[in-house]
């Protein structure tokens, strides 16, 4: 199994003080079940290379007792594919070749930890249970473009079909710390599978690697399950962990005034609340409903006759059918809501219909292509008469104590607008679906930086 890591970022070659390895030597590192060797194909100012060839023993596996756990079929320990794929050894490789560069240590050169380059990584053979889709749903939110080519079982005998090996190359321009942070947890989450035992110090592991990307990557249920192995309870507690605070911490130190009394987000929602009553809509749509808190104060406005909360976490849906006590409602009130798993960035025809759809602090959680997807499932397919949107004011982010020049006020924001930026995009998507569209502040304005939270509502023309 082979893995390439390529970067064209100038001089390409101080890839080497990154990542603590000598480009003129052959290294070897010693992993459960075998050797992994890491080398450089290729040394440049203007193009550099290190691979991680593992070379696995199939015997010393067995002789150790540490091969595959699943125990899917009674001679799973002499006959499998772990020698030959990208599994949970080569994370064990990566971890251990390249321990420094995972803490964000450089000792030669610590300017270069936080800058962001180009990389390219060819992983040869990758096991994917999923296919393409799960490929997709893993990398992309992380901002890789992927090729990948699936190889059939056996080219003597087409007709069997294709296998679950891929050949596999990611694009992406990051830290090296963010990258090795993402191959070590998503490899064995592609293959669905693990080669030691899964205890509670797994949900350690993925939490201290994951902490800058997990929290807030939509598949974060799918590669927590994997990841622990599919053990439930395990899978539970890091999901409780991921989901314990999802407000920002710039906001819970603001130097608000009214806004003190009223939390932030409980005013936000507040402010959606009495603007959608204004409307008068009867059938609502939250979209990124969240653990449900807006969800229950629609339930208790006599107005709505019908509300509908859709997020891509499966488990927050969990958590707002506790908290809304759905199972104990009365038969004529459980008919006013429903909860459904779905995508934003995808054509869904459950979400036509509705007088009214609300977006509160989703927006600024998509990169581009996946808002301007989201644009067209609002605004082009679901078609609400109103949609009302909010998200954070960037004026107003100079106010934070601890702020500093260009932070955001959550880690998994991709932007956060000026007044102006907001309008311009607001402007644009009303023109470009037939909407008008009026702005407001959320909480108290301040007159030069405006108010923390910035809001637009869209009507269908």
């Not at 080497?16 to 992993?31: A, D, F, R, T």
């Not at 959550?410 to 607008?417: G, P, S």
Request: hydrophobic share 40%.
């Amino acid at each position: 199994m082979l893995l390439t890591i390529t970067t064209t970022h100038p001089p390409a070659s101080d890839l080497s003080y990154l990542l603590h390895k000598h480009p003129g030597k052959v290294q070897q590192v010693e992993i459960s079940g075998g050797i992994a060797h890491v080398f450089y194909p290729e040394v440049s100012a203007e193009k550099c290379t290190i691979a991680l060839l593992l070379d696995i023993d199939p015997i010393g596996l067995v002789r150790r007792n540490n091969g595959p756990a699943g125990n899917e079929f009674a001679l799973e320990q002499y006959v499998n594919d772990r020698p030959y794929v990208s599994s949970s050894f080569m994370s064990a490789a990566i971890v251990k070749a390249f321990s420094t560069a995972m803490n964000g240590r450089c000792k030669e050169k610590p300017e270069l930890v936080n800058v962001a380059m180009p990389f390219e990584i060819s992983l040869d053979v990758l096991p994917v249970r999923g296919g393409e889709k799960v490929l997709q749903e893993l990398f992309v939110p992380l901002g890789y473009s992927i090729e990948s080519t699936r190889h059939i079982i056996d080219p003597a005998f087409p007709s069997w079909g294709e296998s679950r090996y891929f050949s596999v190359k990611l694009r992406n321009t990051l830290t090296v710390q963010q990258l090795l942070s993402h191959l070590y947890i998503l490899i064995p989450v592609c293959d669905n599978d693990k080669h030691y035992w899964v205890g509670r110090n797994e949900i350690e592991k993925l939490l201290e690697k994951g902490q800058a990307w997990l929290p807030q990557h939509p598949a974060r249920e799918l590669i927590t399950v994997r990841y622990l192995k599919h053990q439930k309870s395990l899978a539970n507690e890091a999901l409780e962990i991921l989901l314990k605070d999802e407000s920002t911490v710039l906001e819970e130190e603001a130097p608000l005034t009214t806004e003190r009394k009223i939390r932030v987000h409980d005013l936000r929602l507040q402010t959606v609340l009495e603007e959608l009553q204004q409307t008068g809509a009867k059938r609502v749509a939250d979209l990124g409903c969240g653990e449900g808190k807006l969800l229950r104060l629609l339930l208790g406005a006599k107005q709505f006759e019908f509300v509908l909360g859709m997020d891509v976490s499966y488990h927050a849906l969990e958590i707002a059918k506790d908290r809304l006590k759905l199972d104990r409602l009365p038969a004529n009130q459980q008919q006013r809501i429903q909860l459904i798993h779905g995508s934003l960035t995808y054509r869904d025809k459950r979400l036509e219909g509705f007088d009214a759809a609300v977006l509160v602090e989703v927006i600024e959680h998509l990169d581009p292509p996946r808002l301007a997807a989201l644009e067209k499932t609002v605004f082009r397919f679901a078609k609400p008469r109103i949609v009302i949107i909010t998200t954070p004011n960037a004026e107003y982010n100079i106010k934070f104590p601890d702020y500093e020049a260009g932070q955001f006020r959550h880690n998994d924001h991709r932007f956060e607008w000026t007044r102006q930026e907001f309008a311009a995009w607001g402007d644009q998507v009303a023109a470009e679906h037939a909407y008008t569209v009026i702005y407001k502040p959320v909480g108290e304005e301040d007159p030069e930086t405006g108010a923390l939270t910035q809001m637009a509502i869209f009507t269908r023309n």
